[in-house]
């Protein structure tokens, strides 16, 4: 019985927290650049921009089916307005990377970079600092650069 407990522990972890996060979090608003382009894209109300070059995520999430670590490029899915009833009843569609067309999911062209300028909805809205990222590490600018 321990195995089996310690396997369920395991299987659990990744959507308890997840669920614990979502019921404190805070929206979002993000402007993103892909691939040193000069057009910023303004997005409200952001729960997770998942950009990466592998396909799961913690859990067995899908969230880049069809990303490649040998492509060079990299994925990214931008998530809005999603809460925790949201990820509940949708879990599985994230589970098996079949989301395409949900009402607040945007797929983004394969990059070599992106860059990412977050803030925080509130009265006295401020950045808290961008972000680069590129998928080959020369390329990469400086992340966290305030």
């Known amino acids: 019985t321990t195995v089996l407990y310690c396997y369920y522990c395991h299987v659990a972890a990744y ?49 880049l089916p069809e990303a490649s670590p040998n492509d060079g490029l990299l994925d990214v899915v931008l998530l809005q307005g999603m809460g925790l009833w949201d990820f509940i009843t949708k879990s599985h569609l994230l589970r098996s990377g079949k989301y395409v067309g949900v009402k607040g999911v945007t797929l983004f062209p394969r990059c070599s970079s992106i860059q990412v300028i977050p803030s925080i909805h509130s009265s006295s809205s401020s950045s808290s600092g961008a972000c680069s990222l590129a998928s080959n590490p020369s390329q990469q600018a400086g992340s966290n650069a305030t």
Do not use: I
Request: include cysteine; proline fraction near 2%.
């Open 15 to 63: 959507p308890v927290a997840a669920a614990l996060a979502l019921l404190t979090y805070k929206r979002h608003r993000l402007q993103v650049c892909v691939d040193d382009s000069t057009t910023w894209q303004t997005f409200e109300d952001v729960t997770v921009l998942a950009v990466g070059n592998c396909r799961y995520w913690g859990g067995g999430l899908q969230m």
